[in-house]
């Protein structure tokens, strides 16, 4: 199982990102995903999260501003986003994200996978 993490970059202040990840491989199914983030010196925190059934919940630090979600259509709906509004210095961090995944080598036990991680620049 792999999970790809693109979107991120460079934003003023005020600006937009949306950040996307894609999990491929021998999937059964996928529960939550998840994005977290670390900024330099600091711990990674979970951004927001997304179930299987499409409820979510956030940080205080980005609730009104970001918003997660799950593409439901058949071919990728492995994919979960994560738009980012009113992005501030604050927000500069890298970006990973998370999947509780069912292998098909493991349909009873689902097993964490990490994205590799993206990174956000937001300049003041």
């Known amino acids: 199982v792999q999970l790809q993490a693109y979107g991120g970059g460079l934003v003023q202040a005020g600006g937009s990102l949306r950040l996307s990840c894609a999990a491929s491989?021998?999937?059964?199914?996928?529960?939550?995903m998840k994005w977290y983030r670390q900024a330099p010196g600091e711990q990674r925190e979970l951004v927001a999260a997304?179930?299987?059934?499409?409820?979510?919940?956030?940080?205080d630090s980005v609730k009104g501003r970001f918003t997660i979600s799950r593409d439901a259509t058949k071919n990728t709906k492995n994919t979960v986003h994560l738009q980012m509004n009113s992005l501030k210095p604050e927000d500069t961090a890298v970006y990973y994200c998370?999947?509780?995944?069912?292998?098909?080598?493991?349909?009873?036990?689902?097993?964490?996978?990490w994205g590799q991680g993206t990174l956000v620049t937001v300049s003041s």
């Open positions: 491989g021998s999937i059964f199914s996928i529960g939550a």
């Open positions: 998370n999947a509780d995944v069912r292998t098909y080598d493991s349909v009873s036990v689902p097993s964490d996978y």
């Open positions: 997304v179930t299987s059934a499409g409820s979510t919940n956030y940080a």
